[in-house]
Each structure stands twice: as structure tokens, then as C-alpha cells.
């Protein structure tokens, strides 16, 4: 492959549009380095690592507004340990789940297979579409992704079902960056690589005071190992700490962010920032003579994840490629989905005007490429 140079005066300032991990500022890798000789290398049972945890546990609830008795939990393994972790300790007998791409599809396979529960009542949609649950008899949790990474599908987050049933949102890729009621959910869970702009291995959830009491029922009736018992998470969350050792790099640069995400004017203002990513992307492809956003419902497409499809006269494979050589990296699309399109990353720390310089050196790419 030739490698075609890029216009410096077009190239974003910062090239980074991975999906996860994503962008990482500046200002959060230099408070690694700020408390290179403090906090890292010392015990997480102690003040210092503990007052961190209890940082992230209050920048989150802020962040999220997290309504009165819910408690955010955290452990390691990232979302997919909470998929079995859930599937352990959240389902009674029967989940239902909203299964429109590669995430969606994971943590339903992994209730589905569970021998300890019934089948489970799968809702699945094409990609590039949205599948939603709906009330069931026999179902005790709904399970359904804010923001399938995969497809840069984006849902609505509402309560499903009345009494009883727990509703579960996996909003790894969308949590601090979209507007969200809590009070419509039971267990919000994410994880920091993402819209938190730190590294992966953490999970966290927001939980109800009907989630803490179905994690206590669940597990008392069942073996449930320890890593993927959440009465465990909630008792070790209390004080501050993790059932074992947790990345305290990874806990400096998700503090880091919450505070910036916060101070800066909290959720209104991140999702406003990835909002204007979204509106240049979209906008951009929607004028485009070769480049459409994948999902066709406008009311649909991610404000984090943005999926754009090339026609045939366009390789997007050799444009990712390129814009790989030129230091724009990560925006090949999900490596399931099989489809000719470019996928960016609109996470808060990324600059609006970055990703309108990404749409400018696709566009000069495209042309002699062509
Ligand atoms: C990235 C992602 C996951 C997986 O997160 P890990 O922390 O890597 O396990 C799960 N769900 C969604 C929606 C994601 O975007």
C-alpha cells in the first residue's frame, strides 16, 4: 500500500476514534504520572486507594444522578465479567434480553446457557436496528444495551414490566455521555474504557435498592463463586474497596475524568459534546456523495459510536488503513458486522472539531483513493 500523506493543516489534533479503549487526555495520564510515587504501588485497603474508590463512587452518582438508596458497585473483570456475574447473582429464573448486535447478543447467550436458569426469551433485530423487551410472564430481569458499540444503535432507557422484574442496562459505551432517568433502571453498568476515557478491567453499576435485595436473595440460594458474586461487590463497594486488587492507574484516570465531566457542567455537558461530534459525523455523511450513516433511523444512531457506510467505490478498509498511516487511528469498523464502513468513536473527550477534521481527511482520501 501507498501511503497517501495527509494534509497536516487537515488532520485532527488528536487522532484517537477507538471505541474502546478510547481516547485517554492528556491531563489524566499526567495525574498517573502526579502520583507515581503516592498512590500507585500502595495497598488498596488503605486511605489513599480507598478515598480514590470513594471518589469514583461519588463522581459516578453525580455524574449519573444516581436517585436516593441507589448504590454504585464495582469489581473487576470489566462488562463482560458482569454479564456472568448478573446472570450468577441477578437472575431468580428467567431473563429476557434485547439482542440487536455483537453485546447484546453475548450477555444473552451467557443467561441463556446458564443450567441454573430457564431458557431466555431472546428479542433480536438486524444490525443497524433496535430490538426493545417488552412485559412477559415469567421474566425476572429485562436486559438491554443503552448503546450497542457494535452497530452505533442507541435506545431508549424505560422500565419494563411493573413489580417484581428488575430492568438491566448495559450502558458500557454510553454512560456519562446521553441522558438517562435512573429511576427507570435497576442496574445501569458500564465500564471505565469508554466514554470515562481511562483503561479497561473495572466494571461498575448503579444499583436499586431492588437490585442490592435480589442480589442478596439470589445469592443466598445458590452457589455462586466469589468473583461473580455480587452480594460480595455490594459489601466491598461499601467500603470503598474491591473483593481483590484493582488497577489503581486505571481508578486515577477514571477519577480524573469524572471530575472533569462534572466540573465542566456534568451530564448536560458531555452529552451536548458528544451530541455536536454526532452532528458532524451524520451531517457530513448525509451530504456525502458516497458515505451513509448505517442506521437509517435518525432517532436511532449512537451520539458515541458513529457507523457510516461507503458505497462500493469506496474501500473503507484501505480508507481506515490510510488514516491509520497519517495517525488517525481505530475507526475500522466492528469485526463481526462484515460491512464496507468506517466506525468513530464521539466519547466527550473527544474535540467536535476533531471529528469534523476526521470527515475532512476521509474526504480528501476518498478522493485519491478513488
Ligand atoms: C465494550 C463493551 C462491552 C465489553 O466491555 P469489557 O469491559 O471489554 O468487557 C460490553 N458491552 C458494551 C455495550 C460494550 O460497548
Not at 476514534?17 to 478510547?22: A, I, K, L, V
Not at 434480553?97 to 433480536?124: N, Y
Not at 419494563?160 to 435512573?182: F, K, P, Q, W, Y
Request: hydrophobic share 45%; glycine share 10%; with cysteine.
Amino acid at each position: 500500500m501507498e501511503t497517501i500523506a495527509i494534509p497536516t493543516d487537515l488532520l485532527p489534533a488528536d487522532g484517537r476514534f477507538g471505541c474502546g479503549p478510547s481516547k485517554v487526555r492528556p491531563a489524566q495520564a499526567d495525574m498517573v504520572a502526579a502520583l507515581g510515587q503516592t498512590v500507585l504501588g500502595t495497598s488498596h485497603r488503605q486511605a489513599p486507594v480507598r478515598s480514590l474508590v470513594g471518589r469514583v463512587k461519588e463522581g459516578v452518582a453525580a455524574l449519573l444522578g444516581a436517585p436516593e438508596g441507589y448504590e454504585v458497585v464495582l469489581g473487576n473483570g470489566g462488562s463482560t465479567a458482569f454479564w456472568d456475574a448478573a446472570t450468577f447473582s441477578l437472575v431468580r429464573e428467567r431473563a429476557q434480553h434485547a439482542d440487536f448486535g455483537e453485546f447484546g447478543h453475548k450477555f444473552a447467550t451467557a443467561t441463556d446457557r446458564a443450567p441454573f436458569l430457564g431458557a431466555s426469551d431472546i428479542r433480536t433485530a438486524p444490525g443497524g436496528t433496535l430490538a426493545v423487551c417488552e412485559p412477559a410472564d415469567g421474566i425476572d430481569v429485562y436486559a438491554y444495551p443503552h448503546n450497542e458499540t457494535s452497530t452505533g444503535v442507541v435506545s431508549p432507557v424505560t422500565r419494563i414490566g411493573d413489580g417484581g422484574a428488575l430492568t438491566v442496562v448495559d450502558a458500557t459505551s454510553i454512560a456519562g455521555a446521553r441522558e438517562v432517568d435512573l429511576a427507570q433502571t435497576d442496574v445501569y453498568y458500564f465500564a471505565p474504557q469508554k466514554v470515562l476515557a481511562s483503561d479497561g478491567g473495572l466494571w461498575i453499576a448503579v444499583v436499586s435498592p431492588a437490585a442490592v435485595a435480589r442480589i442478596e436473595e439470589v445469592t443466598a440460594s445458590r452457589w455462586v463463586p466469589d468473583f461473580l458474586n455480587l452480594q460480595l461487590a455490594v459489601e466491598n463497594s461499601r467500603k470503598d474497596q474491591t473483593l481483590n486488587t484493582p488497577a489503581v492507574a486505571t481508578l486515577v484516570m477514571l477519577a480524573e475524568q469524572l471530575d472533569w465531566l462534572n466540573e465542566n457542567g456534568g451530564l448536560g455537558w458531555s452529552a451536548g459534546r458528544s451530541a455536536r461530534s454526532a452532528a458532524v459525523l451524520y451531517e457530513w455523511a448525509e451530504a456525502s456523495e458516497v458515505a451513509t450513516p448505517f442506521v437509517a433511523e435518525p432517532a436511532h444512531r449512537s451520539p458515541v459510536v458513529g457507523t457510516v457506510d461507503f458505497d462500493e467505490s469506496v474501500d473503507a478498509k484501505a480508507l481506515a488503513a490510510q488514516l491509520r498511516e497519517n495517525g488517525v487511528v481505530d475507526t475500522e469498523p466492528y469485526r463481526k458486522l462484515g460491512r464496507n464502513q468506517l466506525r468513530v468513536g464521539m466519547f466527550p473527550a473527544i474535540d467536535p472539531e476533531d471529528v469534523r477534521a476526521l470527515t475532512a481527511c476521509v474526504d480528501h482520501l476518498v478522493e485519491r483513493l478513488g
